[in-house]
């Protein structure tokens, strides 16, 4: 059967297209925080403790987030959060590595997609190539995605690219990458610019993937007394972690105390700790939250804006 051959498309440098946002978005971690109510702050002051007492019992802190966590300036605030020992893995998706790289080589990020899409050259950016080449030098070497791209910004190099990254400070990638901290990307075919590029070498990604989802799945074996974190990753996070927490169980079946934390800005007033509520209400399709539900430990959820939600929480934990 025929396939669509990449080699035919425009690829154009990021200095041609316009971007929608650019390195003021970024937030100073030291800054004052947005105001929140007495109720949220103290759900917040229980978040803060447990992370905490985690760290307390040498026990893992888990990160999962998705991509308007960059695109809302806070890279700043979870660099901090990693200098501090307060971030022991992150899981995120590919959009996530699209942004941070762009910010750290480009100085902005964020295209007009209707505006591409029209003119068919969206996603047709050098992007692809640089990021192609990472995955690529990373499955050779068995390293897993989120190193690869995380050593191409901080140390410039991917196979035989040498690549300078202005802005490599405000990297999450690059930060994880320097004080060895896991980053595991999930990986959907087809879901992101990157793909379209004929740099893109699809059993390259699928390798460096395999080895993220992996590492993983071993961090959340060791999660007993630890915390999960999930911040706006309504699919990915809770259908990955779903899986890992059962392959953890599986091998160790005395996991059982753990505390999920779920932060987004969709309506949710059901107490989940009862149970999960009946079909006719509307709480039963939050669907990442009736998964979180059922893996067991503790779980909550908490609606706030993220920047509301991290930039508190890093300054109860600073």
């Known amino acids: 059967m025929k396939q669509f051959d990449r080699s035919k ?14 390195l003021s978005i970024l937030i100073d971690p ?11 702050f103290s759900r917040l002051e229980i978040i803060a403790d447990s992370i ?17 966590l960059i695109k809302n300036g806070l890279s700043r605030i979870m660099i901090e959060l990693m200098k501090r020992d307060y971030v022991q893995h992150i899981l995120s998706n590919e959009a996530v590595v699209i942004h941070d790289w762009e910010l750290a080589f480009h100085g902005k990020t964020e295209e007009d997609v209707r505006r591409y899409v029209a003119e068919g050259q969206f996603g047709l950016w050098e992007t692809g190539k640089y990021i192609g080449a990472a995955v690529k030098d990373g499955a050779r070497n068995n390293q ?20 300078i990254h202005p802005y ?25 610019i990157t793909h379209t590029h004929p740099d893109l ?40 972690f779903e899986k890992a927490l059962s392959m953890a169980k599986n091998v160790n079946p005395k996991l059982k105390e753990y505390s999920i934390y779920v932060n987004d800005i969709q309506p949710g007033t059901w107490n989940w700790s009862e149970g999960e509520p ?8 939050l669907r990442f939250m009736k998964t979180f539900a ?24 600073k």
């Open 9 to 22: 498309l425009k690829i154009k440098p990021l200095s041609e297209r316009d971007s929608k946002s650019g």
């Open 201 to 240: 070498n699809f059993e390259s990604l699928g390798k460096v993937g395999g080895v993220d989802f992996l590492r993983f799945v071993e961090t959340i074996s060791g999660l007993q007394n630890g915390v999960y974190l999930s911040i706006g990753s309504a699919v990915l996070s809770p259908q990955i």
């Open 278 to 285: 009946p079909k006719d209400n509307p709480a039963y399709y």
């Open 168 to 192: 490599k400070d405000i990297s999450i990638l690059a930060e994880a990458y320097r004080l060895n901290i896991p980053i595991s990307i999930g990986v959907t075919i087809g879901q992101n």
């Open 52 to 68: 905490l007492l985690a760290r307390e019992k040498n026990a893992p802190v888990v990160f999962a987030f998705g991509a308007h």
């Open 294 to 317: 059922r893996m067991g430990g503790s779980s909550e959820y908490i609606k706030m804006d993220n920047i509301k939600f991290l930039h508190n929480l890093y300054h109860l934990l």
């Open 144 to 163: 897993g995605y989120g190193e690869s791209i995380g050593r191409l910004i901080s140390k410039g190099i991917a196979l035989d690219i040498a690549l």
């Open 30 to 40: 030291d800054s004052a925080p947005s105001e929140i109510s007495q109720q949220q």
